[in-house]
């Protein structure tokens, strides 16, 4: 699982839904892999906006991941002055489209339950007690 | 033609022999792809998105949203949803490009409000109107669906489902509970009355009328039951006329009220004194 979609999963638990406790999903024993795809600098400039950028970070430092700035890059920074990708882009690319959590756990901060994270696929099925 | 809905519930239904006869199907992979791009061209998006499939199953959906060309708005991002292991397993072995989830949509969709440009669901949500266990119900599953779609769709958002109903009673189900969650919605009808006919549920998040989405498309005849409603209304409710006289005169009688009997005369016109 990418680390974009990480960064928009919360815990699929009714009661937890609403609370801000409940996102982002903390990783454990967390397995990860990085597999190159091709730059889409004008998706990542679509979905730049949408990111949680703290609960980002709070995500890499889980993962031992460097460090990343304070704040959202802003658009501008995006692309050099001749119009190629800057250095910005392609670290964001890399974070948020290569970087993938391939196996360990996703635990909800609310209610600790645990997702399993096997091949890449997170298993969100909850028993029906639980819905 | 027997439904796999009525045999056995999906997670079950679409095990490794049936998922592996679904992916390599070729007949089933042109209706899917057809059916996508068709979804595509009703999702009208001009730029690269994230999308959410929901009932991904192996990938042949996705597979197609990343393969739009730069030109059309594409390459798309997407994620799926499926319940069905198996046909995941299938996806894994076809390396899709998209991320998946093995959730239940009935249970909800556990992404945060906003996450989506459009979402994208292609022979799936007939699925919900089984209830396999007594401590769920059809209504309630779909509620929990609509419901957390409509959350996680950004505003200006759209979703098509294509979907197989049973009957026009399971039609009307899963558009009432897809409108009682808040979107716009409408059914558009590919080949109408032949047996091929494919049925898109087109959903908007705000942002218009959700008959503004076919405007530009050829061939497209809207049957809009709102304004022809509306309009009836408006022809019987003049005011003073002899059928809104008589309307009034029944409902105060109704209600053990002392009415004037009517004739002939009632309600007619006077003559004009010169």
Not at chain 1, 27 to 53: C, F, G, H, S, Y
Not at chain 1, 111 to 122: F, L, R, S, T
Not at chain 2, 132 to 143: H, I, N, Q, W, Y
Not at chain 2, 189 to 218: A, I, Q, R
Request: proline content about 5%; glycine content about 8%.
């Amino acid at each position: 699982m990418k680390l974009l979609t990480l960064n928009f999963l919360t815990c699929a638990r009714k009661t937890c839904k609403s609370l801000p406790a409940a996102f982002p999903l903390h990783p454990r024993e967390a397995e990860l892999e990085q597999v190159e795809t091709d730059m889409n600098a004008a998706l990542i400039k679509n979905i730049l906006p949408r990111l949680e950028w703290d609960a980002m970070k709070t995500v890499t430092t889980e993962l031992g991941l460097p460090n990343l700035p304070a704040e959202t890059p802003a658009p501008e920074d995006l692309a050099t002055a001749d119009g190629e990708p800057s250095q910005t882009l392609k670290d964001l690319h890399v974070l948020l489209m290569d970087t993938a959590v391939v196996s360990g756990k996703l635990v909800c901060g609310n209610c600790g339950h645990e997702y399993a994270v096997k091949e890449g696929i997170a298993n969100f099925l909850l028993p029906s007690h639980m819905v | 033609m027997s439904r796999p809905e009525d045999t056995l519930p999906p997670d079950l239904f679409y095990n490794d022999v049936e998922s592996r006869k679904y992916t390599t199907s070729s007949r089933i992979k042109n209706i899917q792809a057809d059916m996508t791009n068709r979804a595509l061209e009703l999702l009208d998006l001009k730029e690269p998105s994230l999308i959410l499939d929901i009932g991904c199953g192996s990938g042949l959906s996705g597979e197609i949203l990343s393969d739009v060309s730069e030109d059309e708005g594409g390459p798309h991002a997407w994620v799926g949803m499926d319940i069905s292991s198996s046909m995941l397993a299938q996806a894994l072995d076809r390396d899709v490009e998209g991320d998946m989830l093995l959730a239940d949509i009935g249970q909800g969709v556990p992404f945060r409000a906003g996450s989506f440009d459009a979402a994208i669901s292609i022979s799936a949500i007939q699925w919900l109107c089984n209830a396999e266990t007594a401590d769920v119900s059809p209504e309630g599953r779909l509620k929990r669906f609509f419901d957390g779609l409509y959350a996680s769709l950004k505003r200006g958002g759209k979703a098509v489902c294509q979907f197989y109903p049973k009957n026009a009673q399971q039609r009307s189900m899963i558009s009432n509970a897809a409108i009682k969650a808040g979107f716009g919605a409408g059914i558009l009808e590919d080949d109408p009355e032949t047996k091929n006919v494919k049925v898109y549920l087109v959903l908007t998040v705000g942002g218009g009328d959700v008959t503004g989405t076919v405007s530009g498309m050829n061939g497209v005849d809207v049957y809009d039951a709102r304004r022809k409603e509306r309009k009836r209304g408006k022809e019987f409710e003049k005011k003073g006329s002899k059928a809104w006289i008589l309307r009034k005169k029944a409902q105060m009688e109704a209600k053990g009220k002392v009415v004037k009997s009517s004739s002939r005369y009632t309600g007619r016109k006077r003559r004009v004194a010169f």
